[in-house]
C-alpha cells in the first residue's frame, strides 16, 4: 500500500526542521528517520501515513543506493518523494534517475528548491519544483509556495483507499421524534404564516441531516 | 462566440481534473490531445502567451494556482479574448459557490463544478449563460430540489 512520504534532506538544519514542522505538525522536527501513523486530515477525508526522513551527502550515492534492488520495496510502498536540494543542474539527470525507478502514475514527486527564485516548470512532470520560501511575487499573483503548497500537493494526492469522511448516518428515531414535537408544536399555533415558517425550517434542518 | 471545441482542467501535477468534449472526437482522439497539451502546457514559462496553434485549431489556457483551464477552439471563429473571459468568469462562479475554491474542491464536488459549466456552456460548445448572478441561482436552485427530494424519499 503507498501510503509512506519520503523526504530526503540535504543536511538536517534548522530551515529543515521548520518547514517540516509547518507540513506535518508538531513534534515533526526530522530528527528522526521514521514518524509512524501520521494522520493527513482534510475537510473531505483523513488518512494515516508514515513518514520517512532521509539525507545525503552526495545525491548521486544515494540515488544509486535508492535506485538499487534493495530498495524496491520501499520504492513500492511510497505515495510521494520530496527531495530537498540547491538548484537544478542543465540536463538535470538525478530527477529523471529518480522518476525513472519509481511507478509515478499514482504518486507525487516535488524537488524543494532552497534557491530564492524558482519557476516550478523547471522540470518536466512527473516533477513539481517548489521553492523553500514565499516570495514577493507569489503573495501577489496568489500562488502557494514552500510549506503551504506542499500541503496542497499531499491535500490533492490520491492516497490509496482514502475514503471522504463519511457523515454520521441520520438517526431515524431522532427524526421521528423531532418530527412529532414538530406537529404538536403546529397545532399549538394559531397563526398559518407562523406554522408555515416553522414547517419550513424544520424541513431544513431535516434535509441538512440526511 | 462561439463553439469550442473542448474544456480540460488539469492540474499542476499533470491529473485531468475535469474535461469536457463539446464536439464528438473518439476515445484516442481525447487520448492524443490530453497526453500533447498537458506537457505543452504545463511546461511553458508563465510570460509565453497563453494563445498557441495545436494540431488544425488553436488552444488557449489560464492558469488559476495550481490549476490551468486548458480551451480548444476554432481559428477565424471563436474569439480568444472571450474565451479567456469565460475561464475567469467559470472561475469566479466557482469561487462563489464554493467559497474560494481550490483543487481539493473540485476533486470531491466534481459534480457540481460540471453542474456550473454547463448552465454557462450550452452542448454544443456555444455560449449559454454570462451572468454569475444567474448560474449560481439555477445552480442553488437544483441543490434545493436535489435536497427536498431526499427529504421526501426518507419521509416516504
Same mark, same amino acid.
Given at each position: 500500500?503507498r =501510503?509512506?512520504? !519520503? $523526504?530526503? @534532506?540535504?543536511? +538536517?538544519?534548522?530551515q529543515?526542521? /521548520?518547514? %517540516?514542522?509547518?507540513?506535518?505538525?508538531?513534534?515533526?522536527?526530522?530528527?528522526?528517520?521514521?514518524?509512524?501513523?501520521?494522520?493527513?486530515?482534510?475537510?473531505?477525508?483523513?488518512?494515516?501515513?508514515?513518514?520517512?526522513?532521509?539525507?545525503?551527502?552526495?545525491?548521486?550515492?544515494w540515488?544509486?543506493?535508492?535506485?538499487?534492488?534493495?530498495?524496491?520495496?520501499?520504492?513500492?510502498?511510497?505515495?510521494?518523494?520530496?527531495?530537498?536540494?540547491?538548484?537544478?543542474?542543465?540536463?538535470?539527470?538525478?530527477?529523471?534517475?529518480?522518476?525513472?525507478?519509481?511507478?509515478?502514475? =499514482?504518486?507525487? !514527486? $516535488?524537488? @524543494?528548491?532552497? +534557491?530564492?527564485?524558482?519557476d516550478? /516548470?523547471? %522540470?518536466?512532470?512527473?516533477?513539481?519544483?517548489?521553492?523553500?520560501?514565499?516570495?514577493?511575487?507569489?503573495?501577489?499573483?496568489?500562488?502557494?509556495?514552500?510549506?503551504?503548497r506542499l500541503?496542497?500537493?499531499?491535500d490533492?494526492?490520491?492516497?490509496?483507499?482514502?475514503?471522504?469522511l463519511?457523515?454520521?448516518?441520520a438517526?431515524?428515531?431522532?427524526?421521528?421524534?423531532?418530527?412529532?414535537?414538530a406537529?404538536?408544536?403546529?397545532?399549538?399555533?394559531?397563526?398559518?404564516?407562523?406554522?408555515?415558517?416553522?414547517?419550513?425550517?424544520?424541513?431544513?434542518?431535516?434535509?441538512?441531516?440526511? | 462566440?462561439?463553439?469550442?471545441?473542448?474544456?480540460?482542467?488539469?492540474?499542476?501535477?499533470?491529473?485531468?481534473?475535469?474535461?469536457?468534449?463539446?464536439?464528438?472526437?473518439?476515445?484516442?482522439?481525447?487520448?492524443?490531445?490530453?497526453?500533447?497539451?498537458?506537457p505543452?502546457?504545463?511546461?511553458?514559462?508563465?510570460?509565453?502567451?497563453?494563445?498557441?496553434?495545436?494540431?488544425?485549431?488553436?488552444?488557449?489556457?489560464?492558469?488559476?494556482?495550481?490549476?490551468?483551464?486548458i480551451?480548444?477552439?476554432?481559428?477565424?471563429?471563436?474569439?480568444?479574448?472571450?474565451?479567456?473571459?469565460?475561464?475567469?468568469?467559470?472561475?469566479?462562479?466557482?469561487?462563489?459557490?464554493?467559497?474560494?475554491?481550490?483543487?481539493?474542491?473540485?476533486?470531491?464536488?466534481?459534480?457540481?463544478?460540471?453542474?456550473?459549466?454547463?448552465?454557462?456552456?450550452?452542448?454544443?460548445?456555444?455560449?449559454?449563460?454570462?451572468?454569475?448572478?444567474?448560474?449560481?441561482?439555477?445552480?442553488?436552485?437544483?441543490?434545493?430540489?436535489?435536497?427536498?427530494?431526499?427529504?421526501?424519499?426518507?419521509?416516504?
Amino acid at each position: 500500500m503507498r =501510503d509512506k512520504v !519520503l $523526504v530526503v @534532506l540535504e543536511e +538536517r538544519g534548522a530551515q529543515n526542521t /521548520r518547514w %517540516l514542522t509547518d507540513v506535518f505538525g508538531d513534534g515533526i522536527t526530522g530528527e528522526t528517520p521514521i514518524y509512524s501513523d501520521l494522520t493527513w486530515t482534510t475537510k473531505y477525508y483523513s488518512e494515516t501515513f508514515d513518514l520517512y526522513v532521509d539525507e545525503y551527502d552526495d545525491l548521486d550515492e544515494w540515488i544509486e543506493e535508492f535506485t538499487s534492488d534493495d530498495c524496491a520495496v520501499l520504492r513500492d510502498a511510497l505515495a510521494g518523494v520530496i527531495l530537498v536540494r540547491t538548484g537544478i543542474a542543465t540536463g538535470d539527470h538525478h530527477s529523471q534517475r529518480i522518476a525513472n525507478s519509481l511507478s509515478t502514475d =499514482d504518486m507525487f !514527486l $516535488v524537488w @524543494l528548491d532552497k +534557491r530564492e527564485s524558482v519557476d516550478d /516548470r523547471e %522540470l518536466p512532470l512527473p516533477w513539481e519544483v517548489v521553492q523553500l520560501e514565499e516570495t514577493a511575487r507569489d503573495r501577489e499573483l496568489n500562488e502557494k509556495s514552500g510549506a503551504a503548497r506542499l500541503k496542497e500537493i499531499l491535500d490533492v494526492h490520491t492516497w490509496p483507499g482514502t475514503d471522504r469522511l463519511e457523515q454520521e448516518p441520520a438517526d431515524m428515531d431522532e427524526l421521528i421524534t423531532l418530527m412529532r414535537e414538530a406537529r404538536l408544536r403546529c397545532q399549538d399555533m394559531s397563526d398559518d404564516e407562523e406554522s408555515q415558517r416553522y414547517a419550513m425550517s424544520l424541513a431544513e434542518q431535516i434535509a441538512k441531516r440526511i | 462566440m462561439s463553439h469550442i471545441k473542448y474544456l480540460l482542467l488539469v492540474s499542476r501535477q499533470g491529473k485531468v481534473r475535469l474535461m469536457k468534449w463539446y464536439q464528438p472526437l473518439t476515445e484516442k482522439a481525447k487520448t492524443k490531445i490530453i497526453n500533447d497539451l498537458t506537457p505543452l502546457i504545463l511546461g511553458r514559462k508563465p510570460k509565453m502567451c497563453n494563445i498557441l496553434d495545436y494540431s488544425d485549431h488553436k488552444v488557449i489556457y489560464r492558469r488559476y494556482a495550481s490549476l490551468y483551464f486548458i480551451i480548444g477552439i476554432t481559428p477565424n471563429v471563436d474569439n480568444e479574448l472571450l474565451c479567456l473571459d469565460l475561464v475567469h468568469r467559470y472561475v469566479e462562479t466557482m469561487d462563489v459557490y464554493f467559497g474560494n475554491v481550490c483543487e481539493l474542491d473540485i476533486i470531491f464536488n466534481f459534480a457540481k463544478a460540471y453542474d456550473i459549466l454547463n448552465e454557462m456552456v450550452m452542448c454544443d460548445g456555444s455560449l449559454a449563460e454570462s451572468s454569475k448572478k444567474e448560474v449560481l441561482y439555477a445552480v442553488q436552485t437544483m441543490d434545493g430540489m436535489d435536497d427536498n427530494d431526499k427529504l421526501e424519499k426518507v419521509l416516504s
